[in-house]
DNA sequence: ATAGGGCTTGGACCTAGGTTTAAGGTCAAG
DNA sequence: CTTGACCTTAAACCTAGGTCCAAGCCCTAT
């Protein structure tokens, strides 16, 4: 598959892909008689992969460290559980941060009201 | 309070506050006579929020929408529950969006060890 | 064979959020 | 009065994650 092809596959840009191959994120791809990029049509689902774990607040960093190494099948490694569990509580963390701002806000806008119904005080 | 100062106080670099007024995310400081920064103290407590606030994944630019206008000029009751009552809800949604994350981890996490425990396929 | 797309490259540019540096002014202590 | 710590500015630089562009090759259809 030419890189146009592959791109629309997995729903990203060229230029992202010719991005990832430079940043090491995916292998170099084969290379035709003309010079074009040949890619094996797993590629998208790496490249889906990739979007799923930006989405997961992975960097491209953490995702090439885990996938880049473990070849076609790229999350299937004990380091790949690790990583997920350390962003797992991370993002619990994150979760309980948030829920503690909400609550102060909440309390805020509580007394707002208050003041709005009596301006007397 | 010079820049050095309320920097440590609030466990920030001085050239990251001076980064902040440049991008109108605090407002610009009072200076004294030799045209050094002078702040005051509650400031502190705005720079700690700026990193709570970035800590729950607001960018610079949300915090700003709602800061400025806390500043010089004392927005009305009214607005600042608006302001506040959007706060809420991008809080909520940034909840939403987390606890949807977290998720998807448990279910990859998930996959991964029935992959671990039944290996080659 | 000529037009149009698609491919190649490198490098410039972009937003976000800063840090670092250069060149200089100020202040308090010794 | 000199030293060192602190302040000022603008501008360059940095990482992350890309996009855009120019100049030029390749392929396919008409």
Chains 1, 2 share one sequence.
Not at 5 to 26: L, Q
Not at 75 to 91: F, G, H, N, P, T
Request: contains cysteine.
């Amino acid at each position: 598959m030419k890189i146009g092809e592959i791109a629309k596959a997995a729903g990203v840009t060229t230029s992202r892909i010719r991005f990832y191959e430079k940043r090491g994120i995916i292998a170099p791809a084969a290379r035709g008689a003309n010079g074009y990029r040949d890619y094996p049509e797993e590629l998208v689902a790496l490249l889906r992969f990739i979007e799923q774990a930006q989405g997961l607040g992975f960097t491209l960093r953490e995702i090439a460290s885990v996938e880049v190494r473990s070849g076609p099948h790229p999350i299937s490694c004990d380091e790949a559980i690790r990583l997920l569990s350390a962003k797992r509580d991370a993002v619990d963390a994150l979760i309980a941060e948030a829920k503690e701002r909400m609550r102060k806000i909440d309390t805020l806008i509580g007394e707002l009201r208050e003041n709005q119904e009596s301006p007397k005080e």
